[in-house]
């Protein structure tokens, strides 16, 4: 009994040997897909060598259970040797193993590297991107205002604001070139404490702007005690806290229209694309400041213009009263009534202009009627007459080739129409005569009648307003009348003898 106790022992300990390398065999056979090809050949090895094992453990057994007469030492050093060799390839393979992870995690850390420097570069590189949509975001906005305003002043404001708020700067300014005084001369500025870079004048080629635009350069400095030779405004500094700045002259078409200058306060360093970016600025406000020139000129030319056209509309207005002396100042007289009563009947702006000129112009075609009829002193025969009444056609066939004067056309056409069709020289009837015609038939009557001529005496006001009530409806628009009763001129006269004549029949009925 006491040699069977150890035998039993140890079969029970070979036997867990067996059933650990029978699992080791099983699961070296399930993963052999995952074994990489330059360890598969020593991984087989070492499963051949599992298997010596097994079959060793299994004749041990059965040896010694059979109380066989194998030398037994021969057997045990068999195993112990394939033990050793067991060891010495999975020592291999495992260092093999190792290696090749090493390996792959030296290859997946670089490749980390490499991912983290293409991150970096793309994340940069996204950066750059953003902000240069930024800057073209700015740059349309600037371009778009250019396009939308002519006001100078609106423009600079806004493109300093631009300037401000996307090339992350403090304050800046814009100095305009005038060529008559050869000077800069303050026009905006955005972002200062203080007022003391308003007002400024600078020669050109005197301090920092002076040069950058004489010299057509931009000038840069990171703390502005090394510029401060060429900085005008020393106290500034202090006031204003700069460490930075910065000037780049606005050039269009080759001529310089000013400088910018851009002021830090604390260190700056420009990079390229910033440059870029202020220098592409800088020749977009150029442009907005020669266009905003070109446009004022355009305007002081017009307005010339203008005045030089009404100062001749208003010489052909002299030239014939100089002719028919007895009408001295009547044309004068007539344009400011008309003007005062088409203002009443909510004309405005260019229309009362035109109304005003067409005023002026109302007996131009009477420099096409000859003296004998014009001046005649009793009254005109029917063929004289009919030459008279040709005045308006003759003032049509003069006024409408000259654009200009085509939209005051209507009073010197128009204005010996009658409200009832019995006037000349179309026959028109009611609403057809154009309104500035209407309203001055009225004035040009009542002028008529207050003043001297030959073939009268001057009326008195109250007089000449009652014939205008008289005539409402038949010579003249009865809402004109209305309103002409009612002005300035028609006041003083006598309340029964200004109210139409259905009113005044109505009254006695």
């Known amino acids: 009994m006491a040699s069977l106790l150890p035998r039993v022992i140890v079969t029970i300990l070979v036997g867990c040997g067996i059933a650990f390398l029978l699992g080791a065999i099983a699961r070296s056979f399930r993963h052999r897909h995952h074994i990489p090809h330059r360890l598969r050949?020593?991984?087989?090895?070492?499963?051949?060598?599992?298997?010596?094992?097994?079959?060793?453990?299994?004749?041990?057994?059965?040896?010694?259970?059979?109380?066989?007469?194998?030398?037994?030492?021969?057997?045990?050093?068999?195993?112990?040797?394939?033990?050793?060799?067991?060891?010495?390839?999975?020592?291999?393979?495992?260092?093999?193993?190792?290696?090749?992870?090493?390996?792959?995690?030296?290859?997946?850390?670089?490749?980390?590297?490499?991912?983290?420097?293409?991150?970096?570069?793309?994340?940069?590189?996204?950066?750059?991107?953003?902000?240069?949509?930024?800057?073209?975001?700015?740059?349309?906005?600037?371009?778009?205002?250019?396009?939308?305003?002519?006001?100078?002043?609106?423009?600079?404001?806004?493109?300093?604001?631009?300037?401000?708020?996307?090339?992350?700067?403090?304050?800046?300014?814009?100095?305009?070139?005038?060529?008559?005084?050869?000077?800069?001369?303050?026009?905006?500025?955005?972002?200062?404490?203080?007022?003391?870079?308003?007002?400024?004048?600078?020669?050109?080629?005197?301090?920092?702007?002076?040069?950058?635009?004489?010299?057509?350069?931009?000038?840069?400095?990171?703390?502005?005690?090394?510029?401060?030779?060429?900085?005008?405004?020393?106290?500034?500094?202090?006031?204003?806290?700069?460490?930075?700045?910065?000037?780049?002259?606005?050039?269009?078409?080759?001529?310089?229209?000013?400088?910018?200058?851009?002021?830090?306060?604390?260190?700056?360093?420009?990079?390229?694309?910033?440059?870029?970016?202020?220098?592409?600025?800088?020749?977009?406000?150029?442009?907005?400041?020669?266009?905003?020139?070109?446009?004022?000129?355009?305007?002081?030319?017009?307005?010339?213009?203008?005045?030089a056209y009404d100062t001749t509309i208003e010489g052909w207005g002299r030239a014939l009263e100089l002719r028919d002396k007895e009408t001295s100042g009547h044309t004068e007289r007539v344009a400011t009534m008309t003007r005062e009563l088409a203002q009443q009947f909510g004309i405005e702006g260019e229309r009362l202009v035109h109304v005003t000129r067409g005023a002026l112009l109302h007996d131009i075609g009477k420099m096409a009627i000859p003296d004998a009829v014009l001046m005649k002193e009793g009254p005109l025969t029917p063929e004289e007459r009919a030459v008279m009444e040709r005045h308006p056609v003759y003032a049509f066939e003069m006024l409408s080739p000259i654009p200009y004067l085509q939209p005051a056309i209507d009073i010197p056409y128009c204005h010996h129409e009658r409200w009832d069709g019995s006037g000349y020289p179309r026959g028109l009837k009611g609403e057809q005569i154009p309104l500035p015609a209407r309203i001055f038939a009225v004035v040009d009557t009542y002028d008529a009648l207050v003043n001297q001529r030959r073939y009268h005496d001057a009326w008195p006001p109250d007089k000449a307003c009652a014939h205008i009530a008289k005539q409402a409806g038949r010579h003249f628009d009865p809402a004109v009348v209305e309103v002409f009763l009612a002005s300035r001129w028609c006041r003083g006269a006598d309340a029964s003898l200004l109210e139409p004549p259905k009113a005044r029949s109505r009254a006695r009925a």
């Open 41 to 307: 050949a020593s991984w087989f090895v070492v499963g051949g060598l599992m298997a010596f094992f097994l079959f060793g453990y299994l004749v041990f057994v059965s040896l010694q259970w059979a109380e066989s007469a194998f030398p037994l030492e021969l057997l045990v050093g068999g195993i112990f040797f394939g033990g050793s060799l067991f060891v010495w390839l999975l020592t291999s393979v495992s260092f093999a193993a190792l290696r090749q992870l090493h390996e792959q995690q030296q290859i997946l850390e670089e490749r980390n590297r490499q991912l983290a420097t293409e991150i970096e570069r793309r994340s940069a590189a996204e950066q750059r991107a953003a902000a240069r949509l930024h800057y073209l975001s700015s740059l349309h906005s600037i371009d778009m205002l250019i396009s939308a305003s002519l006001d100078l002043q609106v423009t600079l404001n806004v493109f300093l604001e631009q300037i401000v708020s996307h090339l992350d700067v403090d304050a800046a300014a814009v100095l305009l070139f005038d060529r008559a005084g050869h000077v800069l001369e303050y026009a905006a500025g955005k972002g200062f404490r203080t007022t003391g870079v308003a007002g400024r004048r600078l020669r050109l080629g005197v301090g920092c702007a002076g040069r950058a635009a004489l010299e057509r350069r931009m000038i840069h400095s990171s703390a502005l005690e090394e510029a401060q030779p060429c900085w005008p405004q020393p106290d500034l500094l202090e006031q204003e806290g700069f460490v930075g700045y910065c000037v780049q002259p606005l050039i269009a078409k080759g001529e310089v229209r000013g400088v910018l200058e851009i002021y830090h306060r604390k260190p700056f360093h420009p990079d390229p694309e910033w440059s870029e970016y202020l220098e592409s600025l800088a020749g977009r406000a150029a442009v907005a400041i020669e266009n905003a020139a070109l446009f004022n000129q355009l305007q002081r030319a017009h307005a010339e213009l203008v005045i």
